[in-house]
């Protein structure tokens, strides 16, 4: 299966600023898939991200608040923007690659 | 809405033991039933997936059960270890690649020395 290299793994924000979490994945892959999961909680898709085309979110995300990108086949990049308390979660890229779903580490953010 | 429903949502078992968590789906375009184990701080490992063509996949301890018909599988764990205590995920997708995966509420198994 593919290997994904999330970062930061973790990190402290100020309300109001704005964090890019990156994923890099060994392979080449169609789709890169972000989620949310809220403290104790399942696994919330974000959005859908295809390369060379604007990323497709699900109901109750935004472009502005959860801006994606998708520059090649093995990176994608997601950002929280004006960042809230409301915004503590930790954040997963995932890829399917050879018949398998793989996700990052995880990056942990918290909003103070 | 939720897509999969899995239970219970935690589960405490002795050493040796056998574990056993249970999901139900609607959606019947679904075609792949992985299990998801995570640690905390980790995010979740694949740890066996099924298609509807069988009716069990066994791997090692793990065996996922699937009665297509219910639109039900569970995931057992036998010889229940210490090790084995992490919070999982059922989920289910249709047409790997193409979409996402959509995820049970979890269950937190602590299997006790």
């Known amino acids: 299966s593919a290997v994904i290299s999330q970062k930061p793994s973790r990190d402290i924000c100020q309300r109001g600023t704005s964090l890019t979490i990156q994923c890099q994945v060994d392979?080449?892959?169609?789709?890169m898939f972000w989620y949310r999961q809220q403290p104790g909680q399942s696994l919330t898709l974000i959005a859908t991200?295809?390369?060379?085309?604007?990323?497709?979110?699900e109901s109750g995300f935004v472009i502005d608040k959860f801006p994606i990108s998708r520059p090649n086949l093995t990176f994608s990049t997601l950002t929280v923007s004006n960042m809230s308390p409301e915004d503590s979660s930790i954040y997963l890229c995932?890829?399917?690659?050879?018949?398998?779903?793989?996700f990052g580490s995880g990056t942990r953010l918290t909003v103070v | 809405q939720q897509q999969v429903k899995q239970s219970p949502q935690s589960l405490i078992v002795q050493k040796g033991g056998i574990s056993i968590i249970n999901c139900a789906y609607e959606?019947?375009?679904?075609?792949?039933f992985p299990w998801y184990q995570q640690f905390p701080g980790k995010g979740p490992a694949l740890l066996i997936a099924?298609?509807?063509?069988?009716s069990e996949k066994k791997e090692g301890r793990f065996t996922i059960s699937f009665n297509k018909s219910a639109k039900q599988f569970s995931l057992h764990i036998m010889d229940s270890q210490p090790g084995d205590s992490a919070t999982y995920f059922c989920a289910a997708s249709g047409q790997t690649g193409a979409n996402n995966l959509f995820f049970g509420t979890g269950t937190r198994l602590t299997v006790i020395p």
């Open positions: 995932s890829v399917d690659a050879n018949y398998g779903y793989t």
């Open positions: 991200a295809n390369q060379g085309s604007e990323a497709t979110y």
């Open positions: 099924i298609r509807p063509d069988v």
């Open positions: 392979s080449q892959v169609t789709m």
């Open positions: 959606n019947t375009a679904f075609d792949y």
